[in-house]
Every structure is written in structure tokens, then in C-alpha cells.
């Protein structure tokens, strides 16, 4: 079945760029989904950060458009996120996710395990 | 603060019945999308537990179970186990953020 695994660096400086990959295991990323990041501050709930289709297409949660970029590799099966200009409130668990569209909307039906992230010098 | 509201903590004894609310606007909820529930155990990913409103995925016991009326979903656990203490987080959309997944705070299930 499908697996997804995080990776990237769990520190990063104030004002940098935060930079995670999300390997695809057990199936392709260029199947009929939609593949998103979600992420979790410490003692928090969740929030949308974005998606990426197989063909580029991408959809951004408002309140970090200005700062996100998601990208996909097709030939290592795998998609990005980079974050700019981060803070402490950046700081979070950041985790990759399989969309699952039920009548055009997602829900989110595989998790990578999730990565630590901390913003600080 | 989030778009849709849960209560942040419930518990209950062994073998009890629980409820958690989500409860949202016309925006969302009330708009007509689809409510789907996440578990989250202490330390791990979520994992999809209820998905369109009431169904559960393969492997997802019947003791859980999702509804929705208004602009409101719930989530009962019955004959609730230890196993069952957790994190649990509502998601729908929101048409006037434009935000295509928004999530409860969470509720943090207490099994006493």
C-alpha cells in the first residue's frame, strides 16, 4: 500500500527558507490524487498549508500563499514544500498527505509520520 | 481560532458512550460539504477515522460512528476502551476563506 515519509532538516534560522520532501512509496505520484501538507504546531491543532497534482497544479491555504511553494518530481516520485521567510511561529510537525476527493473536496486518507521543524538561530 | 469549533476535551469511563460536536456556519457545514473525522494518538499522525459525513474506512471499528445536521457534525464512540484516548480533529471547507480542508481545534478524548 502506499507510504509517505518526510524528510528534510528540523532546524531552521528566522528569515530563512524551511524545505521538506515527502517520499511516495507503494504507488505513484502521478495517480488520479491530489498531495498535500498539513501541519501541526506543538500543543496545536492542524492547518492546510497546500496541494500539488501530478501535473503541477497547485492550491495554497491563503494566509501562507505568499510564502509557499509545493513541487512535484515525477522521476524520483516524490513532492516538496518550501516555506520562506519563516519565525518561531513556523516552528511545527510538519506532515505530507494523500488527498482523497470526495466530490471535488478533499479528506486526507494516507500520512506520512511527520517531521519536526523548529525556527530558531 | 478555527472555523469549525469542538469542545476541547470529553471523557468518559469504559464502555461508555461519547459525543464530540463540530460545529460550524453556512459557510461550511451548513453549506452542505462533507464533515470527515481524524484520530490522533499521542505522538502519531492522524489517521482518517469517519469520511463523508459517516463512513467509516476498512479497519475502522463500528463503535465510531459521524453524523450531521445543520451546521453541525458529531462523532460517537461507543463502548468506548482505553485505546480509544486520543486527539480527534473535524475537517470540512470553507467557501468564504477559500481554504480547501479547515480543521477543528481538536478534542482531547479522556478515558477515565
Known amino acids: 500500500q502506499v507510504q509517505l515519509q518526510e524528510s528534510g532538516p528540523g532546524l531552521v534560522k528566522p528569515s530563512g527558507t524551511l524545505s521538506l520532501t515527502c517520499a511516495v512509496s507503494?504507488?505513484?505520484?502521478?495517480?488520479?490524487?491530489?498531495w498535500s501538507w498539513v501541519r501541526q504546531p506543538p500543543g496545536k491543532g492542524l492547518e492546510w498549508i497546500g496541494e500539488i497534482y501530478h501535473s503541477g497544479s497547485t492550491n495554497y491555504n491563503p494566509s501562507l500563499k505568499s510564502r509557499v511553494t509545493i513541487s512535484v518530481d515525477k522521476s524520483k516520485n516524490q513532492f516538496s514544500l518550501k516555506l520562506s521567510s519563516v519565525t518561531a511561529a513556523d516552528t511545527a510537525v510538519y506532515y505530507c498527505?494523500?488527498?482523497?476527493?470526495?466530490?471535488?473536496?478533499?479528506?486526507?486518507?494516507?500520512w506520512g509520520q511527520g517531521t519536526m521543524v523548529t525556527v530558531s538561530s | 481560532q478555527s472555523v469549525l469549533t469542538q469542545p476541547p476535551s470529553v471523557s468518559g469511563a469504559p464502555g461508555q458512550r461519547v459525543t464530540i460536536s463540530c460545529t460550524g456556519s453556512?459557510?461550511?457545514?451548513?453549506?452542505?460539504?462533507?464533515v470527515h473525522w481524524y484520530q490522533q494518538l499521542p505522538g502519531t499522525a492522524p489517521k482518517l477515522l469517519i469520511y463523508?459525513?459517516?463512513n467509516r474506512p476498512s479497519g475502522v471499528p463500528d463503535r465510531f460512528s459521524g453524523s450531521k445536521s445543520g451546521t453541525s457534525a458529531s462523532l460517537a464512540i461507543t463502548g468506548l476502551q482505553a485505546e480509544d484516548e486520543a486527539d480527534y480533529y473535524c475537517?470540512?471547507?470553507?467557501?468564504?476563506?477559500?481554504?480547501?480542508?479547515?480543521f477543528g481545534g481538536g478534542t482531547q478524548l479522556t478515558v477515565l
Open positions: 453556512s459557510s461550511n457545514i451548513g453549506a452542505g460539504y462533507d
Open positions: 507503494g504507488g505513484s505520484i502521478s495517480s488520479s490524487n491530489w
Open positions: 498527505a494523500r488527498v482523497w476527493l470526495m466530490r471535488g473536496l478533499p479528506a486526507f486518507d494516507i
Open positions: 463523508g459525513n459517516s
Open positions: 475537517q470540512s471547507y470553507d467557501s468564504s476563506l477559500s481554504v480547501h480542508a479547515v
